[in-house]
C-alpha cells in the first residue's frame, strides 16, 4: 500500500490486488497490541537488529529510516509518540485510523482496489492470472509489486502459497520458518493445567551467550512472550541440529545471587521453603511452581542452592511453534535473486518486497519499519524501471 501511494503520487496508473475482502488486515492485527511502528534507538543499532539481513536492508532502511515513519504516520494525521522502552507508536494506539487515511489517500490518487482477487501465477505470455468473483482475470501490467507476505497468520492471507510460483519462474527461495514465535517444552500435565495463561513478568531469558529480558507467558506446550520472541530465532536454529536445546531462566534478574541468599536467610524459623520464596523473594505461585517443574518437584532446602536455582532455572525446548502461530516469517526470496532495486532478475519487471525476501527481526517496531522501507524502495526500483 506504501508502494501504490508513492507510485500514484508520482501519477502511475495503479491496482492494487487483495486475496481478502478487505484491504490491510495484518497490519489491523499488528495494531491489536498497540501498533509498534518503528525504534527510536540510534540508527547503527537498528540496523544490526537484522542479523544476517542488516547488509541487505541497510541502504533502503536508511533511506526510509525511523524519521521518516514518522513523518509519513504524521502526513495521515496520526502523531506519533516514543514510549518508554524507546519504541515508536501512533498516538491513537490503533492501526484502523492510519489505514483509513491511506485508503482515503489513495482513493484521491485514483488507485483502484480489486479485493478478492488472488494470485495464480503467470500464464505462458507472462500474464498475471487471478481467480476473481467473476472467474478467471487475466492481467499484463508494465510492472508487477509482490508483496504477499510471508506465511504466519495464513488466515489474513499470507499463506506462502506464492513460494511455488516464483519456484516455477527459477527463483530460489529460503525454506520459510517460523520467527517470533513461542518455544515448545514438555510441561507435566499438573503445571501447564494449572498456570497456562499465567505470566511471568520481568525475567531473563538466555540461550547460549544470548539474553533478553521482559516477560513471558506459561502456554500448555511452552511459553510465548516478548522475552521469548526475542530468542526464538537461536532456539529454532539451536532445534534445527539437534532434537532440543537448552534455554535458562532468571527469575530475579535485578538482584544478584548473593542478595538472593541473604533475603532467604530471613527466612522465619519453621517456615518452608515455598513460603520463604513468597514472603522474602516476593515470587508468585506461577514462579514457585515452576521452580518445582524444573526439579521434580523437589525444591533445594539449602538457601545458596535455592538462590542458584531462581538465577538459573535450566528448560529444555523441543523447538519452536508451528508457523501458522508465528508473529513473522524467516526465510524467502534471498536478497541475491533481486537486483538492487528488488526487481526479481529471473523476471523482469516484477519487484518483490516486504516479509517475502528472505529477512528477519525481533518484534520492537523492526517488522514494520523494513516491510515499510522495503515497500518504498520498491516503489522507486519500478518509477525507475517504467521511466
Known amino acids: 500500500m506504501i508502494a501504490a501511494d508513492r507510485l500514484s503520487a508520482a501519477n502511475f496508473n495503479v491496482t492494487v490486488y487483495d486475496q481478502m475482502p478487505t484491504v490491510g488486515r495484518k497490519f489491523l492485527m499488528a495494531g491489536r497490541g498497540g501498533l509498534n511502528l ?3 534507538e540510534p540508527l547503527e543499532i537498528l540496523l544490526a537488529r537484522y542479523g544476517h539481513a542488516t547488509a541487505h536492508l541497510a541502504d533502503y532502511i536508511k533511506t526510509f529510516d525511523p524519521d521518516a515513519v514518522k513523518t509519513w504516520c504524521h502526513e495521515l494525521g496520526e502523531p506519533t509518540f516514543i514510549g518508554s522502552s524507546g519504541r515508536v507508536f501512533p ?8 489505514l483509513r487515511a491511506m485508503l482515503k489517500r489513495l482513493q484521491s490518487q485514483g488507485v483502484a482496489l480489486k479485493m478478492r482477487y488472488t494470485w495464480q501465477g503467470w500464464n505462458d505470455t507472462a500474464q498475471l492470472l487471478f481467480a476473481s468473483p467473476e ?5 499484463y501490467p508494465d510492472a508487477t509489486l509482490l508483496a504477499l507476505g510471508g ?3 495464513p488466515k489474513l492471507g499470507a499463506t506462502g502459497a506464492w513460494t511455488k510460483m516464483l519456484e516455477g519462474q527459477g527463483v530460489a527461495i529460503a525454506p520459510l520458518r517460523p520467527a517470533n514465535c513461542g518455544v515448545l517444552i514438555q510441561w507435566t500435565a499438573y503445571f501447564s493445567g494449572h498456570f497456562a495463561g499465567q505470566p511471568l513478568k520481568n525475567i531473563a531469558l538466555t540461550v547460549a551467550d544470548q539474553q533478553s529480558r521482559g516477560e513471558a507467558m506459561i502456554t500448555t506446550t511452552g511459553l510465548e512472550g516478548g522475552v521469548v520472541y526475542a530468542q526464538s530465532a537461536a532456539v529454532r536454529e539451536a532445534c534445527r ?18 542478595q538472593l541468599v541473604t533475603a532467604l536467610d530471613k527466612r522465619r524459623k519453621g517456615a518452608s521453603i515455598a513460603t520463604a520464596l513468597r514472603q522474602t523473594l516476593a515470587l508468585p505461585p506461577v514462579a514457585i511452581n515452576l521452580l518445582r517443574e524444573a526439579t521434580g518437584l523437589h525444591l533445594p532446602q539449602d ?16 523447538g519452536v511453534a508451528s508457523l501458522d502461530r508465528a508473529i513473522s516469517t ?3 526470496v534471498p536478497f541475491s535473486e533481486c537486483d538492487a532495486h528488488l526487481m526479481l532478475k529471473r523476471v523482469p519487471g516484477a519487484f518483490i518486497a516486504g516479509e517475502m525476501l528472505d529477512w528477519e527481526a525481533p518484534t520492537g517496531g523492526y517488522l514494520l519499519q523494513a516491510t515499510l522501507a522495503t515497500g518504498v524502495a520498491a516503489a522507486a526500483g519500478i518509477a525507475r524501471y517504467l521511466k
Open 135 to 139: 472467474g478467471t482475470h487475466v492481467e
Open 241 to 258: 541440529h539437534n532434537s532440543s536445546t537448552e534455554i535458562s531462566l532468571d527469575l530475579r534478574p535485578d538482584r544478584t545471587h548473593a
Open 151 to 153: 506465511a504466519s497468520w
Open 38 to 40: 518503528t525504534h527510536s
Open 330 to 332: 524467516a526465510g524467502g
Open 91 to 98: 498516538r491513537s494506539m490503533k492501526a484502523s485510523p492510519l
Open 303 to 318: 538457601n545458596y542452592a535455592m538462590a542458584s536455582l531462581v538465577k538459573n532455572i535450566p528448560l529444555t525446548c523441543q
